[in-house]
């Protein structure tokens, strides 16, 4: 496995998590905490992206007849859009 040398820097919560893991012998050092964590953090996104491609697959082998029709395609997001202003959330900008 290849090393890429790069200064970076983080908030004071990432690096205290970071000694955290050091400290509770889960890794040897912070550089290798924070590779180590990154490479979670991948294959959970990974896993995430297999398991959203699956269900994409299976809904869409499903018999015309099994879909559900939608009224307004306009107003698709309407209902989560009312629940995030509840919330007191606003939707993403790509969402607008």
Known sequence: MSVHKQSVSF??????????????GEY????AAVSGEL???????DR??????AELRRRLAL???????????AAFTDEARAALAAR?????????
């Open 28 to 31: 040897p050092n912070v550089s």
């Open 63 to 73: 018999p015309l007849d099994q879909w559900e029709p939608m009224a307004d395609p």
């Open 11 to 24: 908030t004071s919560t990432a690096f205290a998590f970071a000694r955290e893991l050091v400290e509770a």
């Open 48 to 53: 995430e992206q297999a398991l959203f491609e």
């Open 88 to 96: 007191g959330s606003s939707a993403p900008d790509h969402m607008r």
């Open 39 to 45: 490479a979670r953090a991948k294959r959970t996104r």
